[in-house]
């Protein structure tokens, strides 16, 4: 007897969310390009647990590696150079850091998307 496994379930710390996002969005594919997507979009999301981790290292001392992990650049430079804007940012991004590994998932999903979209 064979079980049916989630091939989404091999994404550490995929969130509901993220999880629900990312099957109404490869529906439309056929097998291989979702294969295609796995790959690409696997190599592109970012692991919430790695943000909030790279946010607790800005309460240690070195702010703003969360936002260059989700491609802020800007905003990674502006925490670094003003201690996470006196570490009331990094405070809200251990609050949010769920909804900031969403909102840059949900970016790489879209583009990942796209890329497998355009294959046969």
Same mark, same amino acid.
Do not use: H, W
């Given at each position: 007897?064979?079980?049916?496994?989630?091939?989404?379930?091999?994404?550490?710390?995929?969130?509901?969310?993220?999880?629900?996002?990312?099957?109404?969005?490869? /529906? @439309?594919?056929?097998?291989?390009?979702?294969?295609?997507?796995? @790959?690409?979009?696997?190599? %592109?999301?970012?692991?919430?647990?790695?943000?909030?981790?790279?946010?607790? /290292?800005?309460?240690?001392?070195?702010? =703003?590696?969360?936002?260059?992990?989700?491609?802020?650049? =800007?905003? =990674?430079?502006?925490?670094?150079?003003?201690? =996470?804007?006196?570490?009331?940012?990094?405070?809200?991004?251990?609050?949010?850091? %769920? @909804?900031?590994?969403?909102?840059?998932?949900?970016?790489?999903?879209?583009? @990942?998307?796209?890329? /497998? %979209?355009?294959?046969?």
């Amino acid at each position: 007897m064979t079980t049916f496994q989630n091939p989404y379930m091999m994404f550490d710390g995929m969130t509901p969310e993220e999880f629900t996002f990312v099957q109404q969005a490869t /529906a @439309s594919l056929n097998e291989g390009q979702q294969k295609y997507f796995m @790959s690409i979009y696997y190599n %592109k999301r970012r692991n919430p647990q790695d943000l909030l981790l790279a946010t607790l /290292a800005g309460v240690l001392g070195v702010s =703003g590696i969360q936002r260059f992990l989700t491609d802020q650049i =800007g905003m =990674g430079i502006l925490y670094f150079f003003t201690g =996470g804007f006196c570490f009331i940012g990094t405070i809200v991004d251990l609050i949010n850091y %769920k @909804s900031i590994a969403n909102e840059y998932n949900q970016k790489m999903a879209f583009e @990942s998307f796209n890329i /497998a %979209k355009m294959t046969n």
